[in-house]
């Protein structure tokens, strides 16, 4: 029996030994020491042994046990790590790799001027406002009090979906979508940024779909000073210098009396060069008091109430700001052209 257990112990070890996965080992477990394993299958041979014997080899299958766990605790350790090992070698990152390059887009030139404009309004206590590109003639045209034999009613210079319907022209509808909105309640201060459309043949300083800033202002009390002020305060944050400004008589349906207005050329200070056309002066928007009209036809009671309202095109200022020279630029999305504006 002695000799068996020893032989036992021999065969087991070495086959532990050469054991190459923890699954092998769990079943060289089960076939030596489990419950039905060699060493409880010789052990059933005790009652043969003599009663003087016994002890001793109780105590050697004791201690074959005890060896042969050891043994296998110690194979486990040695896969387990191995095994670690493996994954560390193999899932092993080399950070200081150079990555790879992310296309970073920018801000679109006419998105950075509008979100400028807003910023700059936003900082005088205005509200953005936004609407729908898709309109009625009745908010885009008459009330606006744009007659109707205004050329810009024209099948030929709108882009009509009815006979009713088209795209707007202008950003005023949302304007004044907004003093309805507000049901005579004063003080409306918004600004409206957006995309409009008109009948146009494209070329260098014409685009069929473009872009506008309104603003608006009604209270009690307005008058031009507020405009004026309002609006060289405006142009001077714009291009970040001081600046002159100066009104020009003009004439808009939704504004009596109109203006342009000017600002001294932000190349030459006024002396006169190619940007400003030797004039000194750059036109930048157009403006006006709201037509008692237009205010009576939002809700507004032009006795009590009057505005001053104004327009620019951002597409106009880009060109200005950035000095390009072709407003089709802004709409064609050639990258080599929109790459030059990731820093602004
Ligand atoms: C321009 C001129 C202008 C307005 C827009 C306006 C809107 C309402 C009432 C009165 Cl709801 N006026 N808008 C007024 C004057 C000029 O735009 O040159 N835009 C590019």
Redo the contacts with the bound molecule.
């Keep these: 029996m002695k000799d068996r257990l020893q032989a036992l112990k021999e065969e087991a070890a070495s086959s532990i030994e050469s054991v190459s996965t923890l699954e092998q080992l769990k079943d060289l477990r089960v076939r030596y020491l489990g419950k039905k394993g060699e060493l409880t299958a010789i052990l059933r041979g005790m009652k043969d042994v003599s009663p003087e014997e016994r002890p001793v080899i109780g105590s050697l299958a004791n201690e074959i046990r005890s060896f042969l766990e050891q043994e296998i605790a110690a194979k486990e350790d040695q896969l387990e790590r191995e095994a670690l090992e493996d994954r560390l070698r193999e899932e092993k990152l080399d950070v200081t790799l150079p990555g790879k390059p992310y296309p970073v887009g920018s801000i679109h030139p006419l998105n950075a001027v509008i979100e400028q404009v807003e910023d700059i309004f936003i900082g005088m206590g205005f509200e953005v406002a936004e609407g729908p590109e898709v309109e009625t003639d009745s908010y885009n045209f008459e009330?606006?009090n744009i007659p109707k034999d205004h050329p810009a009613r024209d099948m030929q210079d709108s882009f009509y979906i009815t006979p009713e319907i088209l795209l707007r022209t202008?950003t005023?509808?949302v304007?004044?979508r907004s003093?309805e909105a507000k049901e005579g309640r004063v003080p409306v201060k918004i600004i409206c940024p957006g995309k409009v459309y008109r009948r146009d043949d494209d070329d260098a300083t014409h685009s069929h779909q473009f872009t506008?800033v309104?603003g608006?202002v009604v209270d009690r009390g307005i008058a031009m000073s507020e405009l004026h002020g309002i609006l060289a305060t405006f142009a001077e944050k714009l291009f970040g210098m001081k600046l002159e400004t100066r009104l020009r008589p003009s004439f808009?349906p939704?504004?009596e009396p109109?203006v342009?207005m000017d600002i001294s050329c932000v190349q030459c200070g006024g002396d006169g060069c190619r940007m400003c056309k030797n004039s000194g002066w750059i036109e930048i928007?157009?403006?006006?008091m709201?037509?008692p009209r237009?205010l009576e036809g939002?809700g507004y009671d032009s006795e009590r109430y009057t505005?001053f309202?104004?327009?620019?095109?951002p597409d106009r200022i880009a060109l200005l700001k950035y000095g390009i020279d072709d407003i089709r630029h802004f709409y064609t999305n050639d990258l080599r052209f929109l790459r030059q504006f990731q820093s602004v």
Excluded: N, R
Excluded at 309 to 313: C, D, T
């Design positions: 009330a606006l202008h005023s509808p304007q004044v003093m506008q309104e608006l808009f939704f504004t109109s342009e928007l157009g403006a006006g709201v037509h237009v939002a505005g309202a104004f327009g620019m095109g």
